[in-house]
């Protein structure tokens, strides 16, 4: 293809003025709006929010002092380790019950019983809505003086008194988790099931005329089918929800006594609630590596495993 | 990504209009093979994961409707009622009569197809070269593309904040506009792209000699042929300006908000909520999107996991 065009362009070239522009020139022109916006709305601030991670500053105040490390410091002697401890319980949360109850819903529904095409469609409408209105209903069922979750738990004898789930530290991650896990596991679903789709019937037929059970299948044959897409969704669930926003801030606000406190809601809270614009680009420097880490860990995790 | 290159091109979404329920459709005679192989614990064990956890998904949908439907009196209860004994609008009808709430409501559709339109057109450019050009650098380029959706958004808006504040642009729906257009690029460029390399160089080829200017080569004949795409990413971008919260919470000011933020303000924070109502803008809300997903689901999977695919 490339040579085609190349000649297409030379046989262009000898009958057109000479200041037309060339191929690659075009191409890059093509570009220019796109890459303007990601210099502008994503590369620029990225870089300057980690710059002031060195700086005092004021979100409101002209100026700035270098500062050094001092920012990072502070940041690491205050609730540093209880944040990290905080968004990792978040993220595997949100990250590893989605992909069993999406995982557990796929392989059910890619068996032959009634009505899965119909509950496929409809078990999408929890990631269908709004981050927002996750927030509200969910805010609703855990209310603390007239919610169905009280109701439900204690008809089911669970707990005695009704529980203000959200404005309790002990049990206000777990709620968010539950939140967020709702919303997310019908992508998972619909990532397996897509994945759960491409395996060779012929396999597993095969495997049972030889006396191979569904479990014993299941492991010699669909797992090792959906290693790829497994990895994949696992990490890409992961990314996101390490700096989820959204959920957590309308249900809790990073409350009770920032019981549900992560990297995302702290940032935010530093920059546009305490104006200190230095300690959270610190907090988010400390973020960024941590993500770019863990990420590392497990791409060369999941190639090892590829390799064996 | 080499975790995923074992992975099929683009697997068929699981649409309602999809005949099969297996890829790679058997021979009749080895599906009925297969029907027959599923022995009743394994029926059981599918029935069984559908009741708990599809009751997990659907259960507080139910709520929410029926929640809607409650008069107000009746929500303030305890245990509440699981079937609402006198359902009512009342709480829909509050809504329509709610100027605000149709000012947010102005300013989602405005930021939201402005979004949509100014991302198909950025991306289609963006898309086209990557797919039909070749120059160094384009793969990189690709890729940190795909890459800038890692940045969490909480980090960039404390920058963003005073960019935008220094241009004069906060409580624009400008900035709102730029936001969500530059965060569906990922997304969109690699559909439009994925689009336009099933566009044969021949026609292109063909239309050059032809005489047609490049431009004129895209407007006419890609944009055209690549419709379908270009309709899945104007979608894609409207749901994601219409779903925004964080943006337009900290970018926009009371004048130029949108929906999500708006309701968060309205309703949040009271000392007693008016949870019919606050449901029934939760349906009111999340309709568009349940309108655009159906629209767009035979486009979806395939895009979403052709960018995951390739990458």
């Not at chain 1, 109701?151 to 988790?177: K, S």
């Not at chain 2, 032809?210 to 749901?239: K, T």
């Not at chain 2, 000392?271 to 809300?285: C, D, K, Q, Y």
């Amino acid at each position: 293809m490339t040579s085609s065009q190349t000649h297409t362009l030379e046989h262009r070239k000898s009958q057109t003025a000479p200041r037309r522009l060339s191929d690659g020139q075009f191409a890059v022109l093509l570009l220019l709006p796109g890459v303007a916006l990601l210099a502008g709305v994503v590369l620029y601030p990225l870089v300057a929010a980690l710059v002031t991670a060195f700086f005092e500053q004021s979100l409101v105040l002209p100026g700035r002092t270098f500062v050094g490390l001092q920012n990072i410091v502070d940041v690491l002697q205050g609730d540093f380790l209880r944040l990290l401890r905080q968004t990792l319980v978040f993220t595997l949360g949100t990250t590893i019950l989605p992909f069993v109850i999406g995982f557990a819903l796929a392989l059910a529904l890619n068996t032959r019983i009634r009505g899965a095409k119909v509950l496929r469609g409809l078990m999408l409408i929890p990631w269908l809505v709004p981050g927002v209105v996750v927030s509200f209903l969910w805010m609703w069922i855990f209310n603390a003086n007239y919610g169905v979750m009280n109701a439900l738990l204690q008809g089911l004898g669970l707990v005695d008194d009704p529980q203000a789930w959200l404005a309790q530290p002990g049990t206000a991650m777990g709620a968010v988790i539950l939140a967020k896990t709702w919303q997310s596991f019908p992508w998972m679903m619909v990532m397996l099931l897509a994945g759960l789709q491409t395996v060779p019937i012929e396999l597993h037929e095969a495997a049972e005329m030889d006396g191979a059970g569904t479990v014993r299948r299941f492991f010699a044959i669909t797992l090792p089918h959906l290693k790829g897409i497994v990895g994949l969704v696992l990490l890409l669930e992961f990314i996101w929800n390490f700096q989820h926003f959204d959920i957590i801030y309308v249900l809790t606000g990073g409350g009770p006594a920032g019981a549900t406190q992560t990297f995302a809601t702290a940032v935010y809270e530093t920059a546009f609630q305490g104006y200190d614009l230095g300690k959270a680009g610190a907090l988010g420097l400390l973020w960024m590596v941590l993500l770019m880490a863990l990420v590392v860990v497990y791409v060369r995790f999941s190639e090892k495993g590829e390799e064996r | 990504m080499s975790a995923t290159t074992q992975l099929p091109a683009a697997p068929t979404p699981p649409s309602a209009s999809s005949p099969a329920d297996d890829a790679p459709r058997p021979p009749q005679r080895l599906r009925r093979g297969a029907l027959r192989s599923e022995r009743p614990g394994v029926r059981f064990a599918a029935w069984a994961t559908v009741v708990v956890c599809g009751g997990f998904g659907l259960l507080p949908v139910y709520w929410l409707l029926a929640t809607s439907l409650t008069p107000r009196d009746q929500v303030f209860s305890y245990p509440p009622k699981f079937f609402p004994s006198a359902p009512t609008l009342d709480a829909f009808a509050a809504l329509a009569s709610n100027d605000q709430l149709f000012g947010y409501l102005r300013n989602s559709v405005i930021v939201s197809v402005i979004t949509a339109v100014l991302s198909v057109l950025v991306s289609a450019y963006m898309g086209y070269s990557f797919s039909k050009f070749r120059y160094r650098g384009r793969r990189s380029l690709m890729y940190l593309v795909l890459a800038s959706q890692m940045f969490p958004q909480a980090l960039l808006l404390v920058t963003l904040y005073s960019v935008f504040s220094a241009y004069g642009l906060l409580n624009t729906y400008t900035a709102l506009v730029l936001s969500f257009t530059t965060f569906t690029l990922p997304l969109c460029v690699w559909m439009l792209k994925g689009f336009f390399d099933t566009i044969p160089d021949e026609l292109i080829e063909a239309a050059r000699v032809d005489g047609a200017s490049r431009l004129r080569i895209i407007h006419s004949i890609v944009l055209p042929l690549a419709a379908p795409g270009l309709i899945a990413a104007g979608l894609f971008a409207f749901v994601r300006g219409w779903n925004d919260f964080v943006f337009a919470l900290t970018l926009a000011g009371p004048e130029k908000q949108t929906l999500p933020p708006g309701l968060v303000n309205t309703f949040i924070g009271e000392a007693s909520t008016a949870w019919p109502e606050l449901m029934a803008a939760s349906l009111v809300v999340s309709l568009p999107v349940a309108i655009a997903f159906i629209a767009l689901q035979k486009y979806l999977v395939g895009g979403l996991t052709a960018g995951a695919v390739k990458g």
